[in-house]
């Protein structure tokens, strides 16, 4: 694996956790509003695992947990194995994804590699490979929410109303999630990103009586508006 950042401490990015988050290299998607870039083209400078092993093992007085982030850690193969050496100090673990490996999640789950997912829901399926940018099998995608739903690990969901939605495609979204337990839409802020993007057109009022007609989803919220 390459990691190309390293935050010593989070109060939000693990629900209930004071965590250090790791910032795995590469992703196997373009999303142009992804804030990521340095990570994504793999321009960061990398960083070695042993020092982020070291610092956690020092850190384990102040944090009970650590997020691994991207990019997108499950393009890696010895993902698990650095799982492995995380848990091994004792470290509750966080593992965000785009869905796009269920081979390896499905790993990750039954050897309990993992405590919380957090799973990237780009669009709807058949828009799908024009918000990500690559072509895209979404039957992979469905088949990790299922496996993340059916594992009795806790979980989240989480959209960015990216520049290319709108509300019919929330609606939506949440149409091919449920049942879920808690489903967050993110508000998307123009900045540094992979590709050139715009602002949503898409109303605080319009989202919220979109949401106000989903069921099925036990927690519907929105972060960042």
Request: glycine content about 8%.
């Amino acid at each position: 694996m390459i990691f190309g950042g390293f935050q010593r401490t989070s109060l939000i990015d693990f629900p209930g956790r004071i965590a250090s988050i790791v910032f795995v290299m590469g992703c196997n998607m373009r999303c142009n509003y992804c804030h990521n870039p340095d990570l994504v083209f793999m321009r960061s400078k990398s960083i070695p695992e042993s020092l982020i092993l070291t610092e956690m093992k020092r850190r384990k007085r102040y944090v009970d947990a650590v997020v691994v982030t991207g990019g997108e850690p499950t393009i890696w193969r010895d993902l698990p194995d650095f799982l492995a050496r995380l848990r091994g100090l004792g470290l509750l673990i966080k593992l965000d994804t785009n869905g796009t490996h269920p081979q390896m999640l499905e790993h990750i789950i039954n050897n309990r590699l993992a405590d919380y997912f957090a799973m990237d829901i780009k669009a709807p399926w058949q828009h799908y490979e024009r918000i990500v940018g690559v072509r895209t099998e979404v039957e992979s995608i469905n088949r990790s929410a299922s496996l993340i739903k059916q594992s009795g690990i806790e979980y989240e969901f989480r959209t960015t109303l990216a520049p290319e939605l709108n509300a019919n495609d929330i609606f939506e979204i949440a149409e091919q999630i449920r049942p879920a337990k808690r489903w967050y839409i993110q508000r998307f802020v123009n900045g540094a990103t992979v590709g050139r993007t715009g602002r949503s057109t898409v109303s605080l009022d319009s989202l919220k009586a979109t949401l106000a007609k989903i069921s099925g989803i036990e927690s519907v919220a929105l972060r960042g508006f």
